[in-house]
């Protein structure tokens, strides 16, 4: 099947276009606006430029920015177009090594249709509603966490310097009791949202069996693992899927000589990351094959941060298979392997 690559440079209120035909350079197609009437003009010109150039199906590539390509990735996918959102450090690597150097809003929707067309993306899919909701619920409990730690670390500084008093004062602790109740509101809204959807709350039930998942974490692996499994049909690997978060192993060598400590690649989402990092501190800690693993490891000479990073890899690898096989986990057949 024969895809017409298309490129779309995203900002609030405009769409930059350009399409890469087969054979050829990139063809600026204009500014649209982004909102639902410039959807539907995007979508007639690309119908004529579709038969055009005898294609049968269109391939777009956006770049992530922020929520604002959510609305047209979304117009796009209900139309069988298929999107591409990929990682935008990958797509400005590429145009530096193809010799682009510029950046401007309609040479990066050329770029992003001559990398549809050189590199053809794996394919978007949208979140099942009722996850994509959670993970709405989740980001927002994240970001008032975030806030009402940083207003009770400014109440602790001014208490220390003995300024704590006055309008400051009842402004911090207004602020503080204000952001506790939004917490308490939208911890209630998760449980109504897990109520309403029982397979959502058996699934985060199954994952904390899992050494180093508790309702703290299990919640934002359980998003992840719907992501990854929309994004590949429910056939992804554990390698794929620990690539995808950011954790497998970047190796860096080069002849005898050029021999760099060992990383991770901290491609995929960090949030994440430290979800899992801060679930294997904790499992170690206690008698599960998690423990096992990590003190063989540390056995063997591995630092312990390394054995942790590694505990974490392990963490994610048992959450997939609990998650795919829709089971729980089996601490007999984890020591086993």
Same mark, same amino acid.
């Given at each position: ?68 390509? /959510?609305?047209? =990735? @979304?117009?796009?996918? #209900?139309? *069988?177009?298929?999107?591409? +959102?990929?990682?935008? %450090?990958?797509? !400005? ?39 994509? /909701?959670?993970? =709405? @619920?989740?980001?927002? #409990?994240? *970001?008032?966490?975030?806030? +009402?730690?940083?207003? %009770?670390?400014? !109440? ?43 397979? @959502? ?137």
């Amino acid at each position: 099947m024969t895809f017409l690559a298309v490129g779309i440079d995203i900002s609030q209120h405009t769409l930059d276009v350009a399409l890469c035909p087969a054979k050829g350079q990139a063809i600026v197609l204009g500014s649209f606006p982004n909102n639902p009437s410039g959807f539907e003009k995007l979508n007639n010109v690309l119908s004529k430029s579709l038969r055009r150039h005898h294609a049968e199906g269109i391939h777009v590539v956006m770049e992530p920015t922020g929520g604002y390509e /959510q609305p047209l =990735a @979304l117009f796009a996918y #209900r139309r *069988d177009w298929v999107i591409s +959102l990929p990682n935008p %450090r990958q797509v !400005r690597d590429w145009a530096r090594g193809s010799g682009i150097r510029a950046k401007t809003d309609r040479v990066d929707a050329c770029v992003l249709a001559q990398y549809a067309a050189a590199q053809k993306p794996p394919p978007w899919k949208p979140l099942p509603e009722e996850v994509a /909701q959670l993970e =709405a @619920l989740l980001e927002r #409990r994240e *970001d008032l966490t975030a806030m +009402l730690r940083q207003e %009770r670390n400014r !109440r602790h500084a001014l208490k220390a310097r003995g300024t704590y008093q006055g309008v400051v004062a009842q402004s911090l602790e207004d602020s503080i009791s204000r952001l506790e109740q939004e917490v308490a509101a939208i911890d209630q809204a998760i449980r109504e949202h897990l109520d309403a959807h029982p397979h @959502l709350k058996e699934c985060a039930k199954q994952l904390q069996t899992v050494p180093g998942i508790g309702k703290r974490n299990g919640l934002f692996i359980m998003v992840l693992l719907y992501r990854w499994s929309t994004l590949t049909n429910n056939q992804g690997s554990s390698k794929g899927l620990t690539a995808y978060v950011g954790l497998d192993p970047l190796p860096y060598e080069s002849g005898h000589s050029v021999r760099k400590r060992r990383c991770i690649s901290r491609q995929g989402n960090r949030r994440v990351r430290h979800k899992l990092f801060m679930g294997a501190l904790g499992g170690v800690r206690g008698h599960n094959p998690l423990r096992d693993f990590y003190q063989r490891l540390v056995g063997r000479g591995k630092a312990k941060k390394l054995a942790l990073v590694a505990a974490a890899r392990k963490i994610l690898v048992w959450a997939w298979a609990v998650f795919r096989d829709n089971t729980t986990f089996n601490p007999q057949q984890a020591t086993a392997r």
